[in-house]
């Protein structure tokens, strides 16, 4: 959708193909009867900046479209950090040198840390792990844990042993390095599927464009002077085609075309990490202390109260990223486990009306270090591939998948000249 805005945006008539019945894939909302949920809960940063501009280029307005929230971490109880209003990066050094739950030594560490890599601009000779990346840089265990840890995950939803310590970087340089306001976090007021794509297909139908849901594609079949594209409704032939299908389904379409056999191979080496979502409705007035807060050794990472973000109230969102021992419980123990860590961390008795596990087993790709992901530019030259898997600085967020689907509208774009 973010390539279908940008082409609507300089003049194209774009035809899009979904196949499901709503637009959104991975970030799309999910009602649970007649509550509006997502398919899980998504947080984005001031740094998605293509996203950011899309939103508004379709119609949204960021002020009133989100919760936006100066860079805070809070584990319950164990550590809290908070970014004072100064300038990028005096903010995170003067919230490092204040953060509770860390001893002197450990913020010493952290800000030493951190200065290090403003000094290698935030490139490593080689990759590595986050794990090993922490290690050589001193950072103990209790700080690992308690800062690194949770924002590895929550950035590259990779846990640190496994994770690439330079997209880590990457993601670090832009949120926490340029200005202050790439580093705040804003939480969706809207659903997923009303905040970006369903503004997006309005805005390219207005450009004489087309948006076709329910209407997957079967097969692409390069011709001499295009591309087909096979769904059940028919043939249509294009100029140019961008393959924005999640990588299964795209190793899938591509894997016929034999010119395109590195990227279906590096496409089929991809390895994925969950994400699990629990949904629960307690009654109106419970309430969390923060929008966002997260548990220290607990199955339940980080906990939205839907009440404070978007009038929701008593809907509280637990998200469990990365693989873990989450994974061998069903999903009414861990609602369960759920319901009694919110008991125990904040004393909230009340049993919950309903709840809802959202568990997305493939919800990303699992960033490695040295990870070859296929280019967005295929053999053939009038075939992209866009999403948050192609090749490009950012792990699997809706930021990476913008920039990949934009970055195929301007390679159309220059194609066309
Ligand atoms: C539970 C969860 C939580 C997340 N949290 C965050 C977060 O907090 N912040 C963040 O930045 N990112 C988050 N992400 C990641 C983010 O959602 C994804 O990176 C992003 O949505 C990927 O977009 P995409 O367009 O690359 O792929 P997708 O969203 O997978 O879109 C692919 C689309 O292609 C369609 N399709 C498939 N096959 C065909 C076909 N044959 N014909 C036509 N259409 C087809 C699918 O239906 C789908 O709509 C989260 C992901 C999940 C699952």
Known sequence: MAAAAELASRGIAVTVFESAKQLGGRARGVLHGSTQLDNGQHLLLGCYRETLRLIELVGGNIGQDFLRLPLQLDLHGQFSLRAPRLPAPLHLLVALFRAHGLNWAERMKAVRFMLALRRMNFRLPCDMTVAELLAAQGQDADLACKLWEPLCIAALNTPVHRASAQVLLNVLRDALNRSRADSDMLLPRLDFTALFPQRAAAYIERHGGKVCVACGVDAIVPQQDGIELVTAQGSHSFSHVICAAS???????????????????????????????????????????????????????????????????????????????????????????????????????????????????????????????????????????????????????????????????????????
């Open 247 to 417: 990588p299964a389904a795209a190793e899938k379409l591509l894997r016929p075309i034999a010119a395109l056999a590195k990227s279906v191979e590096q496409i089929g080496n991809l390895e994925y990490q969950p994400i699990y979502t629990v949904y629960l409705q307690y009654p109106a007035h419970v309430a969390l202390p923060h929008a966002m807060i997260g548990l220290h050794r607990r199955f339940s990472q980080w906990l939205f109260d839907k009440g404070r973000i978007a009038r929701q109230h008593g809907l509280l969102a637990a998200v469990i990223s990365a693989e873990g021992m989450h994974q061998d419980l069903s999903r009414d123990d861990l609602a369960r486990r759920v319901v009694a860590e919110l008991r125990d961390s904040f004393g909230i008795a009340e049993q919950p009306e309903w709840f809802q596990v959202i568990a997305e087993k493939r919800a990303t790709f699992c960033c490695s270090p040295d990870l070859q992901r296929p280019s967005q530019q295929t053999a053939l030259p009038n075939l992209l591939l866009a999403g948050d898997y192609t090749a490009g600085d950012y792990p699997a967020t809706l930021e990476g998948a913008v920039m990949s689907g934009t970055a195929c509208a301007w390679r159309v774009l220059s194609a066309r000249k």
